[in-house]
């Protein structure tokens, strides 16, 4: 059984930094395409960062490049997602997701191929006070 749990949200204020965690289990990270993904009130769902072991691609959305740094730890199989300098608009609930499939991660990070994700855990909050 594929699952994906993610962990490590909080209340940070801003300028401070977090690190999600997203611990997978019933596959491996080869040849997938895996990623974070949030959502804000009244917002809709943002690709953030996804990465391709297929391909060898790494995707940032523009507002999280510079800040934000995707990793994996393929003996863990874990998914992190390092956030640095934080700013209120970062609020948002958190989600990993994996697709069991070779693709492209800006593919599978924007809004026409994110739905094709095959697997979502469930949400870790992200609140950053100004």
């Known amino acids: 059984e594929v699952q994906l749990q993610a962990s490590g949200g909080g209340l940070v204020q801003a300028g401070g930094s977090l690190r999600l965690s997203c611990a997978a289990s019933g596959f491996t990270f080869d040849d997938k395409v895996i990623g974070w993904f949030r959502q804000a009130p009244g917002k809709e769902r943002e690709g953030v960062s996804c990465i391709s072991s297929s391909d060898d691609s790494t995707y940032y959305t523009d507002s999280v490049k510079g800040r934000f740094t995707i990793s994996s730890d393929n003996a863990k199989n874990t998914l992190y997602l390092q956030m640095n300098s934080l700013i209120p608009e970062d609020t948002a609930v958190y989600y990993c997701?994996?697709?069991?499939?070779?693709?492209?991660?800006?593919?599978?990070?924007?809004?026409?191929?994110?739905?094709?994700?095959?697997?979502w855990g469930k949400g870790t909050q992200v609140t950053v006070s100004s």
């Open positions: 997701a994996a697709y069991l499939g070779s693709g492209s991660s800006r593919y599978y990070c924007s809004a026409y191929g994110s739905p094709g994700m095959d697997y």
